[in-house]
Nanobody, 122 residues
């Protein structure tokens, strides 16, 4: 059973940066695709960024060019570097994992963390 735990959320002013971390355990990390999702108040959870077992990445349009997802297989950790943050980025951010597949990175995750709050003030 894979477990993922997020950290690094907080309060930041618009235009600022945050780096989220997600530590995974209980599986062979290098065999997993990893994703970051977010859920804003009153909205459905949405895909933000994903990274394949081999390093391939994909971003939703609203974060492309501002967010960067990366993984460190030696540390069993995936990161989400968030720059040029906007108030509309305010959300609970969730890390997710799935065994590597050829499916799109936007869905199909089996393991989820509890989430970390990111609040961007204007």
């Amino acid at each position: 059973q894979v477990q993922v735990v997020e950290s690094g959320g907080g309060l930041v002013q618009a235009g600022g940066s945050l780096r989220l971390s997600c530590a995974a355990s209980g599986g062979t990390f290098s065999s997993y695709d990893m994703g970051w999702f977010r859920q804003a108040p009153g909205k459905e959870r949405e895909f933000a960024a994903g990274i394949r077992w081999n390093g391939g990445t994909y971003y939703t349009g609203s974060v492309r060019g501002r967010f960067t997802i990366a993984r460190d297989n030696a540390k069993n950790t995936v990161y989400l570097q968030m720059n040029s943050l906007k108030p509309e980025d305010t959300a609970v951010y969730y890390c997710a994992a799935r065994l590597a597949t050829a499916q799109l990175l936007t869905w199909g995750y089996n393991y989820w963390g509890q989430g970390t709050q990111v609040t961007v003030s204007s």
